[in-house]
């Protein structure tokens, strides 16, 4: 069995396509990270396609913002107005199924969380090397998969290991050791790398490969631009940034 980690897809439904394609014969099933909707123009196409095709989804702080868990009085001016206006954009159907996501899922030997597993609630986030080890201590299995930074990140530990990787590719978990993994943005990404980022997560071979996709960012780009969302939110996903 092998999964796709998403996260992060922010109503890009050009960036959601383009990974959906490219991991269609690379995995069995496939595992949402949260925020689904925000800063992009087609939030209720993205809450669709999750839910059809994710076998897990957690919520992430967007998801707690457009379904009033969040005050919006949390989020900087420009997430405040995407989130105002993505709430107007999702039915009250695809509202109660954002608002029923549950902040932690266990899978097998992994726990998804969006934010820090430590305090899923507290909407902490994992980007410095201390960040993520400090995570490890509250985690009860060999892996952690979270996202909400944007930035892919892994952050491992073991016997006489304790190794912090800002740029992951590939990973293979020895027996013994335990690790976070931040699979990245697939609709915003804020690395540099404007290419959408997922990853894939093989248990047997206790293997985390983080991929990029191109997408077609023009397209998404014009979108929020037409919906009157923020022009910052549409030029970011040019740089990635
Ligand atoms: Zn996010």
Redesign the pocket.
Same mark, same amino acid.
């Given at each position: 069995m092998r999964y796709a980690l998403l996260s992060?897809i /922010?109503g890009n439904l050009e960036a959601l396509a383009a990974v959906l394609a490219d991991c269609r014969d690379r995995v069995d099933a496939l595992l949402c990270l949260g925020?689904v909707v925000?800063y992009g123009a087609d939030p209720a196409a993205c809450v669709q396609l999750v839910g059809e095709r994710c076998q897990a989804v957690v919520a992430?702080n /967007?998801e707690a913002a457009v379904t009033g868990r969040l005050d919006l009085a949390w989020f900087n001016p420009y997430a405040r107005v995407a989130a105002e206006w993505t709430r107007r954009q999702l039915s009250a159907t695809e509202r109660a199924w954002l608002a029923a996501l549950p902040l932690v899922l266990t899978v097998g030997e992994a726990t998804l969380a969006h934010a820090s597993p430590a305090a899923p609630e507290a909407w902490d986030y994992l980007v410095g090397p201390e960040d993520g080890f400090a995570a490890l201590g509250a985690l009860s299995t060999p892996w952690g998969f979270v996202?909400?930074s944007?930035l892919p990140r892994a952050w491992l530990t073991g016997p006489g290991r304790r190794d912090w990787m800002p740029q992951p590719g590939e990973l293979v978990l020895e027996p013994g050791c335990r690790c976070i993994v931040n699979v990245g943005?697939v609709g915003?990404p804020r690395d540099g790398d404007p290419r959408a980022a997922y990853a894939i997560w093989d248990p047997e071979a206790r293997r985390i490969v983080v991929r990029r996709v191109p997408y077609d960012v023009a397209a998404a780009r014009r979108k929020i631009v037409e919906a009157g969302l923020p022009r910052f939110l549409a030029d970011r996903l040019v740089e990635g940034r």
């Open positions: 992060d /922010h925020d925000g992430g /967007h996202g909400h944007h943005s915003q």
